[in-house]
């Protein structure tokens, strides 16, 4: 089990972005706008925003209430918001670049919801040189069907929608330039970068779930209306560490309550489903022999 605290992205943090911020105009302190009209705000906000009435003017959206209606980060921005489901989308590549604090000791990046048919990781230097880069697929071949030639030849392959690279080396200075290439339209829901602790080796019976929040409403007629909506992942995992280490695991786990946190129950691609960004609803750590502890992690997602 490891976790990853993402680190906070600003305006001044974020050199480049190939996406462009036009989904609608920017706000205008002078400009009246109609019931219904859409606005961004592009410095410090950058979330998109509805007018609830007519004669709306001089209501600064980020900072006044009752005039407006806040539908959410830009499309630049939804991969920096918290929530997966919220897709930073573009026609075939989305690419961005990003300050690394020398305070921040970044070794680890997570794509999640990501979607195209490769991901680029690169540390660059002061003056855009590349220092360090990893290329991964994005898909992988269908290992439930015989391998034979035909399979080979014409089967599909099974898209990866989640990406974890780890073990970056650190350069003073640097900057993460981090690049989703495809051959048709490429998005992501959240790109999360930070320090990533190892908190001990998962245990076999993980509990993966979903809290689901549609809805189904069934009339006096006997008629059932389902309303779709997003769905958050769940993770209930146990996992143990020596008892040299219990100091350093209460103190993390304490120290990221109320916080989104990437959760790791497993690197290998083949259990991806067990990688949740989210909170912790609870942990509970039991010294359960001389030999080390367990902890069972209780983990809901963001939608």
Not at 86 to 110: F, G, H, P, Q, R
Request: charged share 15%.
């Amino acid at each position: 089990m490891k976790m990853i605290k993402p680190i906070a992205m600003t305006d001044a943090t974020l050199l480049a972005h190939s996406v462009a911020e036009t989904d609608y105009a920017v706000w205008a302190v002078g400009t009246t706008y109609a019931a219904g009209e859409k606005v961004i705000m592009t410095t410090g906000v950058h979330k998109i925003y509805e007018s609830v009435a007519g004669g709306n003017v001089g209501n600064n959206p980020s900072t006044t209430t009752g005039f407006w209606i806040d539908l959410g980060a830009t499309n630049r921005w939804k991969m920096f918001d918290q929530g997966v489901g919220s897709l930073t989308t573009d026609t075939d590549e989305i690419a961005v670049k990003i300050a690394l604090a020398d305070a921040d000791y970044v070794n680890a990046v997570a794509l999640l919801g990501v979607s195209g048919n490769s991901a680029l990781i690169e540390l660059l230097d002061a003056t855009d040189t590349v220092l360090w880069s990893q290329e991964s697929l994005l898909y992988e071949f269908d290992t439930s069907l015989s391998v034979d030639w035909y399979n080979y030849f014409f089967s599909v392959f099974e898209p990866l929608d989640s990406m974890i690279v780890l073990n970056l080396p650190r350069y003073t200075s640097a900057r993460l330039r981090v690049t989703i290439s495809g051959d048709g339209p490429v998005s992501i829901g959240t790109l999360a970068f930070g320090k990533a602790v190892d908190l001990g080796a998962t245990q076999w019976s993980p509990q993966l779930g979903i809290t689901d929040y549609s809805t189904k409403e069934t009339d006096v007629y006997g008629v059932t209306t389902v309303l779709e909506r997003s769905y958050a992942t769940t993770l209930n995992a146990d996992f143990f560490f020596p008892h040299s280490l219990l100091r350093r695991v209460f103190k993390t786990l304490a120290d990221v309550r109320a916080t989104p946190t990437v959760w790791i129950g497993s690197e290998d691609s083949a259990f991806d489903v067990t990688i949740v960004y989210g909170f912790f609803k609870n942990f509970n750590i039991v010294l359960q022999h001389p030999g080390g502890s367990f902890c069972n992690l209780e983990v809901e997602g963001l939608t």
